[in-house]
């Protein structure tokens, strides 16, 4: 093997050496000359030639700096020298500087030819080993992107990865998988998994590996890990079992994902399931001691007592059907499908028609009421929705009032809102009852209190109707004295 | 002397109801409205009977205040029993089945409502 069309230069002033050469290897290959030792090296060094072939004598330097110069640049350039006065010290020096060849000019061809030739087969040597460890870079360079693309991936997936050996050792983990299993400890590959693991984890893999080994085929487990009880840090652990190609169980690969916000979403949907399961038996419970009563003829001739427990039971089946339309309402606000017919909405006429609405209520228990509305404020909204939110806050200011009462309704444009208070002076609450006002099934209970029916739910739909328009409810109050509840909801120009 | 029956239960009707009725059948009966109001009267009134409701101010009043009642000298002279509309199949998984049970919720028994208010004569009459 040899090179054909090989770049050769010549660096030698001697005008009998480049004829020579050009005479003799010219018509297969590309021969440049320079007749100075510097020039030499600046065209040398920049690109890399077949082959050199350098005079030790030039009018400028030596041949030996040439050599070193252009070596240093290209470390496998292929270098003869050529001397007119050899000697074998320089010859020796030169070779060790790692020139190929040392000839004396001049030249005889019958030697120097074949040893040209082994030269420029030496060339092609150099060049096919240097395509060889070029292409394996290559692939090393690919394989390396690929290994890194998938530690990336491995690395940026929001769920935990492990994989044990048959030994139970630790061969892989992505950072992840530590935050989850919730260790600062560095874990070293080939650790025991004992060391680290929760316990329950611990059992998942002993059984799935157990299990490969007795049954010999790839199984899988699913179980819920609860990392840090009670419940703020539970994880889905999902084990396979790794099988080698001979059929051999490898060991095991785990994958954890944060299940938290799930569970603890589970936990409070079946705590309301409760309440509500509660909430309906309550009710029932306390008709059905009526009418056992009333049935039993426990009462004689009590026609009063008779009279109030029928009434009674009428009442708390009604507050019953209230509670059963709130708790659709509920579910409607909750499940985001909600059809809205919005529209624009004078507040101050809505107001007035609620409290026509409720005048009879209001003179039943001598409540006197006073309205301050700016009239010609506009808000974007689904007008029985908005209906709800007032009659809400009306009723409640009624409910919750004194005998003999008073009510204060005003309804003004602040900035960009528009500002409805409902004043009452009723029983108030404490401060701990306030901060539980709008959660779901919440009343007061206390002396006021045990006589007003209520669903528990109408402060908090009210918060998600108000929520959903983006607006907010403030309350001042104080126990024994009254409330005053203020909504704010965006104000729209007419 | 008549037994001494302490009802605790946020639901006026229910008290509406047991409190006359028991008093006719010969029973002194007092009753609270909250866990706040029983605790009182159980110190004051010192009933030989507690029936105390579960969901009051909180979903397990009933509990805290049994928990209460279990730290006070007075309990041990008086039967108390957990009386609620959340049994079995809502909410709480618990039952008074074995002495272990009954000292995880310090209660010497529980009852479901609705109960009819004869039938809970004939408990008193039969177990307390």
């Known amino acids: 093997m040899k090179i054909l069309d090989a770049r050769i230069l010549i660096i030698d002033a001697d005008p009998e050496v480049v004829n020579f050469l050009k005479h003799h290897l010219g018509n297969q290959h590309v021969i440049e000359s320079i007749p100075t030792g510097i020039e030499g090296i600046a065209k040398g060094s920049s690109s890399e030639y077949d082959l050199y072939f350098i005079s030790m004598s030039l009018p400028d330097i030596s041949g030996r700096d040439v050599l070193h110069a252009i070596r240093d640049v290209h470390e496998e350039a292929i270098c003869i020298m050529m001397s007119s006065n050899p000697s074998i010290d320089s010859a020796v020096q030169t070779t060790q500087m790692g020139a190929y060849n040392y000839i004396s000019k001049p030249f005889d061809a019958e030697k120097i030819l074949p040893m040209i030739h082994r030269a420029l087969e030496r060339r092609w040597y150099i060049l096919e080993a240097r395509r060889l460890r070029q292409e394996r870079e290559n692939n090393l360079a690919e394989l390396n992107v690929d290994k890194s693309r998938l530690a990336t991936v491995i690395n940026a997936i929001d769920d935990g990865i492990l994989v044990i050996n048959q030994k139970k050792e630790i061969i892989f983990y992505n950072p992840r998988f530590l935050q989850l299993i919730h260790t600062d400890r560095q874990i070293l590959i080939g650790d025991s998994m004992f060391r680290y693991l929760p316990q329950s984890l611990q059992k998942q893999l002993c059984e799935i590996l157990q299990k490969a080994e007795s049954e010999g085929k790839t199984n899988a487990i699913k179980q819920e890990i609860v990392i840090k009880p009670p419940l703020e840090l539970v994880v889905m652990a999902n084990t396979a079992t790794i099988f080698g190609e001979n059929g051999q169980c490898l060991g095991a690969v785990s994958v954890l994902r944060d299940i938290t916000e799930m569970k603890q979403l589970d936990q409070s949907k079946s705590h309301f399931v409760n309440m509500v399961a509660h909430e309906l038996k309550a009710p029932l419970a306390a008709i059905h001691s009526y009418l056992k009563m009333i049935l039993d003829n426990a009462l004689g001739d009590d026609i009063v007592t008779y009279n109030t427990y029928l009434k009674r039971s009428l009442e708390r089946t009604e507050a019953l059907i209230e509670l059963i339309n709130d708790l659709f309402n509920i579910f409607r606000m909750d499940s985001k499908g909600v059809k809205r017919n919005l529209e624009k909405v004078e507040v101050a006429t809505l107001l007035e028609s609620l409290v026509e609405f409720f005048k009879p209520k209001m003179e039943e228990r001598e409540i006197t009421v006073n309205l301050a509305l700016k009239h010609g404020l506009y808000i974007n909204a689904d007008s029985e929705e908005i209906r709800r939110v007032f009659t809400n806050l009306i009723s409640n200011a009624i409910k919750y009032n004194k005998y003999e009462g008073h009510i204060d309704i005003t309804c003004v444009a602040d900035g960009r809102w528009v500002k409805v208070s409902v004043k009452d002076t009723g029983i108030g609450m404490t401060s701990e009852e306030k901060d539980r006002l709008f959660q779901e099934f919440f009343r007061a209970k206390n002396i006021y209190t045990r006589n007003i029916t209520g669903t528990g739910l109408g402060l908090a739909i009210m918060k998600k109707i108000v929520d959903e328009y983006a607006g907010r409810i403030t309350v001042e109050t104080e126990f024994e004295k009254g409330s005053t509840f203020t909504v704010y909801l965006p104000r729209v120009e007419n | ?128």
């Open chain 2, 1 to 128: 002397m008549s037994k001494k029956i302490l009802l605790i239960d946020d639901d006026v009707d229910l008290i509406a109801v047991y409190k006359p009725f028991l008093e006719k059948q010969g029973f002194e009966v007092q009753a609270a409205y909250n866990s706040e109001e029983g605790k009182q009267l159980f110190k004051s009134f010192k009933p030989d009977v507690v029936f105390a409701d579960l969901v009051m101010e909180h979903f397990d009043s009933g509990f805290v205040l049994c928990h209460w009642l279990d730290h006070q000298p007075e309990r041990k002279n008086a039967r108390v029993i957990i009386f609620t509309s959340t049994g079995h199949e809502t909410g709480y998984r618990f039952s008074t089945q074995t002495s272990e049970e009954k000292k995880w919720i310090n209660a010497d028994d529980y009852l479901e409502k609705p109960i009819s208010p004869n039938d809970l004569l004939q408990y008193i009459k039969e177990r307390c």
